[in-house]
């Protein structure tokens, strides 16, 4: 089977930087997915790594290792309306199947 | 452009019943997958279609389906509703079957079942 796994929760400050974390256990991996979502909204494509390595898109990088089973969304200068779920996805075999982990809850305080 | 749309944004429905949620990709993308959203069970995959055919398959039982029209728009239908099915359902469409790996989602129809 697949599964995924996130913290559940993280807290940080405004203008701190923060990684959220993503293990992953899955047969025909082709790459992982970061996607942000507000409370009651759609979720929003952050980043996708297909290989391994670092992509980076303005305040948030994201890094995946393959032979770790590993990847990770890193969250510079972070603002008040960072505050939001985070999604890790992985996508499975090529193809349009996708599994998602259960969010981490990222709270930024002033 | 127009984002992924989705109608209705809001439904209530009775144990029994049956129910069809629709969704609109952006222009130009010929993917569309489903998702069901709980607070329990996070995101699931529902299943893919790609160019009206379905393409991969989450594990839901046989009472969810599926279709694409040749526009790409599709269907999602949930026959003899149970309370737990109520959720959040959202679509994402993509220009080509690569599931997650960048998809644009809807607003997501919310379903409660009574």
């Known amino acids: 089977g697949q599964s995924l796994e996130q913290p559940s929760e993280v807290t940080a400050v405004e203008g701190a930087i923060v990684q959220i974390n993503c293990t992953y256990q899955?047969?025909?991996?082709?790459?992982l997915s970061w996607y942000q979502q507000h409370d009651g909204g759609a979720p929003t494509f952050l980043s996708y790594?297909?290989?391994?390595g670092l992509e980076e898109t303005g305040r948030f990088s994201s890094f995946l290792s393959r032979s770790d089973s590993y990847g990770y969304l890193l969250l510079q200068e972070l603002q008040m309306k960072d505050s939001a779920s985070y999604f890790c996805?992985?996508?499975?075999?090529?193809?349009?199947?996708?599994?998602f982990g259960d969010g981490t809850t990222l709270t930024v305080k002033p | 452009k127009a984002g992924v749309t989705q109608t209705p944004r809001y439904l209530i429905k009775t144990r029994g019943q049956q129910v069809t949620l629709s969704c609109s990709p952006i222009s130009g993308h010929r993917s569309v997958s489903w998702y069901q959203q709980t607070p329990g069970q996070g995101l699931q995959f529902l299943f893919e279609?790609?160019?009206?055919?379905?393409?991969n398959k989450g594990n839901f039982p046989g009472r969810f389906s599926g279709r694409q029209f040749s526009n790409s728009r599709s269907e999602m239908n949930v026959s003899t509703l149970e309370l737990g099915d109520s959720a959040l359902y959202l679509c994402?469409?993509?220009?080509?079957?690569?599931?997650?790996?960048?998809?644009?989602f809807g607003q997501g129809t919310r379903l409660t079942v009574v």
């Open positions: 996805a992985v996508r499975i075999g090529g193809a349009g199947k996708s599994t």
């Open positions: 790594n297909g290989l391994d």
């Open positions: 899955t047969s025909g991996f082709y790459g």
């Open positions: 279609y790609f160019s009206e055919t379905q393409r």
């Open positions: 994402a469409s993509s220009r080509i079957s690569t599931g997650a790996a960048e998809a644009f």
